[in-house]
């Protein structure tokens, strides 16, 4: 089945930076790549989203990359801002059967003003 | 609003008394799921379901249950809980068969187990 590697499990960065969190899947069929922001004490929540038939996406100050042939796939928030302090989860999917939904252990963004 | 709705959010119970955990999202989704977070772990899957009368086991089944009785509720039951099962746990919806793929998460449910 699918396994979900995520890195760095904390990441702390300065106001105004950039930030990057990685994560690599095994299962090649994955063509599903979510990602989701926690705030403390809230439930998880979508931000960005990647399919396998694109490499990039962006949402203003968010954008995911998506590397297939080496199978990881990545976020980069830029210009961080102090709201953007959160756990934040990748995850992989195969939407043609759309059943284990494999998520990774979650990185812990501190952003210090 | 379009939501999921979980019940009870918090839960102080003691080894061996059953108790459900009840789900109910009002967006007519196809998919339905469980979750156990526990910290360094992420969110590990539990059990899923495609529609109604249609489930299967996640990463994590081992002692819980679910059923599917009806599109909008996916109620989870702790037959005989364990100290190990301590965790806060999160329901979550999702279209399916419209490709969006979006999962809602419930607001969580803290279950300690003395």
């Known amino acids: 089945g699918e396994n979900v590697e995520q890195h760095p499990s904390t990441l702390s960065v300065q106001e105004g930076d950039s930030a990057v969190i990685k994560c690599t899947y095994s299962?090649?069929?994955?063509?599903?790549f979510p990602w989701y922001k926690q705030e403390l004490g809230k439930r998880p929540q979508l931000i960005i989203d990647?399919?396998?038939?694109?490499g990039e996406k962006k949402d203003q100050r968010i954008a995911v990359t998506l590397n297939k042939t080496a199978k990881h796939f990545s976020l980069h928030i830029t210009e961080t801002q102090p709201e953007d302090s959160a756990v934040y989860f990748c995850?992989?999917?195969?939407?043609?059967?759309?059943?284990?939904?494999?998520f990774g252990a979650g990185t812990q963004v501190v952003v210090t003003p | 609003e379009a939501q999921v709705t979980q019940n009870p959010r918090y839960l102080i119970t003691v080894t061996g008394k059953k108790l459900t955990v009840t789900c109910s999202q009002n967006?007519?989704?196809?998919?339905m799921s469980w979750y156990r977070q526990d910290p360094g772990l992420g969110l590990r899957q539990i059990y899923y379901?495609?529609?109604?009368?249609?489930?299967d086991k996640g990463d994590v089944p081992e002692g819980y249950k679910v059923s599917r009785k009806e599109k909008r509720n996916f109620p989870l039951i702790l037959e005989s809980p364990s100290p190990n099962q301590t965790s806060l746990y999160f329901c979550?919806?999702?279209?399916?068969?419209?490709?969006?793929?979006?999962?809602?998460f419930g607001a969580g449910s803290r279950l300690t187990v003395l």
């Open positions: 995850a992989a999917a195969l939407t043609d059967s759309w059943g284990k939904f494999q």
């Open positions: 979550a919806s999702s279209p399916v068969l419209s490709g969006a793929n979006v999962l809602t």
């Open positions: 967006m007519n989704h196809e998919y």
């Open positions: 990647i399919r396998s038939n694109v």
């Open positions: 299962d090649s069929a994955s063509n599903y």
């Open positions: 379901s495609m529609n109604v009368e249609v489930t």
